[in-house]
C-alpha cells in the first residue's frame, strides 16, 4: 500500500510531462482539420439548391419554431436572429467560407471557433434532419478548437516557414519580464492541445464500444439478419438493385453482421498494438459500405476522418515524404515552425501574437 502510495505522485508528474513538453499528434490533428472543413463544406456545397428548406425562412421548421425549442433545450444559433432571408443568404456564404479557410489552415485559432459557431448553428437549426454524421461533425468541430490543428499542412504553417526563410523571427522581442509570461501560455497551449486529442481519442473509443455492445444485445445482430433488413428499407436504399445483389448473398451478409459487431466492441483494445492497422482497414470498408448501399456519407465521411486520429504522425510523415517524392516540391505546408533538431516541440505557430 505505502509503496502505491509512493509511486502516486511520480504518475502525476509523468502525466503532466507528457501534457506539457510536447505536442502529441500534430498531423492528426491537422488531417481532422482538413477532412471535417471539406466535408462540411461540401455538404453545404450539395444542400446549396435546397438551403431555404433546410434552414432557411422558407423550411416548415420556421425559425419561430426553432427559437421555441431553444427555449426549452438550451440550443442556440445565429440563424434564428433575423427572419430576412439577405441575413441568411450572408450566414450561408460567411459558413461556405469558413469552412473552406478552416480547411486550407489560414489564421486558424480564429478560424476554428468560427467553424465550430456555424457548424453548431446549421445543426441546431434543422435538428430533426441529421442522420448521426453531424452530430460527430459538431462534436469535433467544438474539440478542435482547443487543439492545433494548424501547425501541419496548412497556410499558417507556410507562412511560417517563409517568414522564417526570410530571418524574420516569428517571435517579437519582449522584455525579460514578459518571458515567464510566454512560458506559461505556452505550456497551457500545449496542455489544451493534449487534452483535445485524448478527449477526441475516447470519443471515438466510446462510439465505436457503445455502438457494438448495443447491436450485441438486439437479436437480429446475433443471428446475422441486420444487414438483411437494412438493405430492404427503402429509406436506405438509394440503388435498390445493388442492395439487392448484395442481399441475395446469405453467408456474406451474416459475416458481414458478426464481423461488425466484433470489430466495433473490440477498436478500443487493438489500438495499443499493430493489429489496429488492420482493424482500421476493414472500419474504412465497413464505412464505404454504408455510404454506398445506405447512401449515408456525410456519417460514413465523418467516421473515416474520425478514425485518422489513431494513425501516428510518422505515417502522415511517410506520406508527406513520397509527396515530396511524386511533385519534387518542399514540403513547405507540413514542416514550418518546426524546432530544430533536439530542442522541444513548441506551441503551434498560430498562436504567437505575430500570427494571431
Same mark, same amino acid.
Request: glycine share 8%; with cysteine; aromatic share 12%.
Given at each position: 500500500? @505505502?509503496?502505491?502510495?509512493?509511486?502516486?505522485? =511520480?504518475?502525476?508528474?509523468?502525466?503532466?510531462?507528457?501534457?506539457?513538453?510536447?505536442?502529441?499528434?500534430?498531423?492528426?490533428?491537422?488531417? $481532422?482539420?482538413?477532412?471535417?472543413?471539406?466535408?462540411?463544406?461540401?455538404?453545404?456545397?450539395? @444542400?446549396?439548391?435546397?438551403?431555404? @428548406?433546410?434552414?432557411?425562412?422558407?423550411?416548415?421548421?420556421?425559425?419561430?419554431?426553432?427559437?421555441?425549442?431553444?427555449?426549452?433545450?438550451?440550443?442556440?444559433?445565429?440563424?434564428?436572429?433575423?427572419?430576412?432571408?439577405?441575413?441568411?443568404?450572408?450566414?450561408?456564404?460567411?459558413?461556405?467560407?469558413?469552412?473552406?479557410?478552416?480547411?486550407?489552415?489560414?489564421?486558424?485559432?480564429?478560424?476554428?471557433? *468560427?467553424?465550430?459557431?456555424?457548424?453548431?448553428?446549421? =445543426?441546431?437549426?434543422?435538428?430533426?434532419?441529421?442522420?448521426?454524421?453531424?452530430? $460527430?461533425?459538431?462534436?469535433?468541430?467544438?474539440?478542435?478548437?482547443?487543439?492545433?490543428?494548424?501547425?501541419?499542412?496548412?497556410?499558417?504553417?507556410?507562412?511560417?516557414? $517563409?517568414?522564417?526563410?526570410?530571418?524574420?523571427?516569428?517571435?517579437?522581442?519582449?522584455?525579460?519580464?514578459?518571458?515567464? *509570461?510566454?512560458?506559461?501560455?505556452?505550456?497551457?497551449?500545449?496542455?489544451?492541445?493534449?487534452? &483535445?486529442?485524448?478527449?477526441?481519442?475516447?470519443?471515438?473509443?466510446?462510439?465505436?464500444?457503445?455502438?457494438?455492445?448495443?447491436?450485441?444485445? &438486439? #437479436?437480429?445482430?446475433?443471428? #446475422?439478419?441486420?444487414? =438483411?433488413?437494412?438493405?430492404?428499407?427503402?429509406?436506405?436504399?438509394?440503388?435498390?438493385?445493388?442492395?439487392?445483389?448484395?442481399?441475395?448473398?446469405?453467408?456474406?451478409?451474416?459475416?458481414?453482421?458478426? *464481423?461488425?459487431?466484433?470489430?466495433?466492441?473490440?477498436?478500443?483494445?487493438?489500438?495499443?498494438?499493430?493489429?489496429?492497422?488492420?482493424?482500421?482497414?476493414?472500419?474504412? &470498408?465497413? =464505412?464505404?459500405?454504408?455510404?454506398?448501399?445506405? &447512401?449515408?456519407?456525410?456519417?460514413?465521411?465523418?467516421?473515416?476522418?474520425?478514425?485518422?486520429?489513431?494513425?501516428?504522425?510518422?505515417?502522415?510523415?511517410?506520406?508527406?515524404?513520397?509527396?515530396?517524392?511524386?511533385?519534387?516540391?518542399?514540403?513547405?505546408?507540413?514542416?514550418?515552425?518546426?524546432?530544430?533538431?533536439? @530542442?522541444?516541440?513548441?506551441?503551434?505557430?498560430?498562436?504567437?501574437?505575430?500570427?494571431?
Amino acid at each position: 500500500m @505505502e509503496t502505491e502510495q509512493a509511486r502516486a505522485p =511520480h504518475r502525476i508528474i509523468a502525466l503532466l510531462t507528457v501534457l506539457t513538453e510536447r505536442p502529441v499528434s500534430l498531423y492528426a490533428a491537422a488531417v $481532422l482539420r482538413i477532412g471535417y472543413g471539406f466535408l462540411y463544406l461540401v455538404f453545404l456545397l450539395r @444542400e446549396f439548391p435546397h438551403r431555404d @428548406e433546410i434552414w432557411g425562412p422558407g423550411s416548415p421548421w420556421t425559425p419561430e419554431l426553432a427559437r421555441q425549442l431553444f427555449d426549452q433545450t438550451g440550443w442556440a444559433s445565429i440563424l434564428t436572429l433575423s427572419d430576412s432571408r439577405a441575413y441568411f443568404e450572408t450566414c450561408y456564404v460567411l459558413a461556405l467560407v469558413t469552412s473552406a479557410l478552416f480547411m486550407l489552415g489560414w489564421r486558424t485559432r480564429a478560424v476554428s471557433v *468560427l467553424f465550430a459557431v456555424v457548424v453548431a448553428s446549421f =445543426h441546431a437549426r434543422a435538428i430533426f434532419m441529421t442522420d448521426g454524421g453531424d452530430n $460527430l461533425v459538431l462534436l469535433m468541430a467544438m474539440y478542435l478548437v482547443f487543439t492545433a490543428c494548424g501547425r501541419r499542412w496548412s497556410l499558417d504553417a507556410r507562412r511560417t516557414r $517563409l517568414r522564417a526563410s526570410a530571418g524574420k523571427n516569428t517571435c517579437p522581442s519582449t522584455a525579460r519580464a514578459a518571458a515567464g *509570461l510566454r512560458d506559461s501560455r505556452r505550456t497551457l497551449t500545449l496542455a489544451l492541445h493534449n487534452c &483535445g486529442m485524448f478527449v477526441i481519442a475516447a470519443q471515438v473509443c466510446f462510439l465505436y464500444g457503445s455502438t457494438g455492445l448495443y447491436k450485441a444485445q &438486439g #437479436g437480429t445482430w446475433g443471428n #446475422g439478419t441486420a444487414l =438483411h433488413y437494412v438493405l430492404n428499407l427503402d429509406l436506405f436504399r438509394p440503388w435498390p438493385e445493388l442492395s439487392l445483389m448484395v442481399d441475395q448473398h446469405d453467408v456474406m451478409i451474416s459475416i458481414a453482421c458478426y *464481423l461488425t459487431v466484433l470489430l466495433q466492441v473490440a477498436f478500443p483494445f487493438v489500438l495499443f498494438g499493430r493489429l489496429k492497422y488492420p482493424v482500421l482497414t476493414m472500419l474504412l &470498408g465497413m =464505412h464505404v459500405g454504408i455510404a454506398v448501399l445506405m &447512401g449515408l456519407p456525410l456519417f460514413s465521411g465523418a467516421m473515416i476522418i474520425a478514425d485518422a486520429v489513431f494513425l501516428p504522425d510518422r505515417f502522415y510523415r511517410s506520406v508527406g515524404r513520397w509527396w515530396r517524392r511524386t511533385s519534387r516540391q518542399p514540403d513547405a505546408w507540413s514542416t514550418a515552425g518546426d524546432p530544430p533538431r533536439g @530542442e522541444p516541440a513548441l506551441v503551434p505557430s498560430q498562436l504567437t501574437p505575430s500570427t494571431r
